[in-house]
């Protein structure tokens, strides 16, 4: 007969890779540690998802200029996909790019990402104007660097760099 042990843990509030898990008893008979068999993917034991590595630069800082950002990021936990995995930078505010509408993606990395119809069209939602959100639809092992670049034009006038925060959901 199978014995099994459930044990409730709270996860760390920042990104860490799986941990090795091992099983030992004792109350009288002694049963040495024993490696435990680890799920492999999002369910291995102790993995905290987390970007281990982003970075958004551009080609110009000109007034009213079309500005190619590129997108560059590494996660800790693969990024899969389905419909719901979703990579969203937020805080790009100031530009001229009206809201909510497809951008065409560029880059060595694009063809990982589309409009979520599972077709790898090779586009990114710009919504509200303030916002990119990138589905993913090729799978990408943990620990893979990727990037994807879109267009979007500077405002007319000057401003500082926005603060910008990068998520993966789904």
Known sequence: EDVVLA?????????QEARAVSLQASDGLVILPTAAEA????AQPLLVAGLAYSLVTQSTPSQAAAN????????????LNNETTVIT?????GSQTVGDLYLP???ANASMFGDG???????AFWRNGRQIEFNVETEAPAKRAFSASFVLKNPATGQ???????RASG
């Open 7 to 15: 044990i409730e843990l709270v996860n760390s509030a920042s990104p």
């Open 39 to 42: 799920a492999g993917g999002l």
């Open 68 to 79: 190619t950002l590129t997108v560059s990021l590494s996660c800790n936990f693969p990024l």
């Open 89 to 93: 930078i937020a805080g790009l505010t």
């Open 105 to 107: 993606l560029s880059g």
């Open 117 to 123: 119809t599972g077709w790898n069209t090779h586009k």
């Open 160 to 166: 500082a760099s926005p603060d910008l925060s990068v």
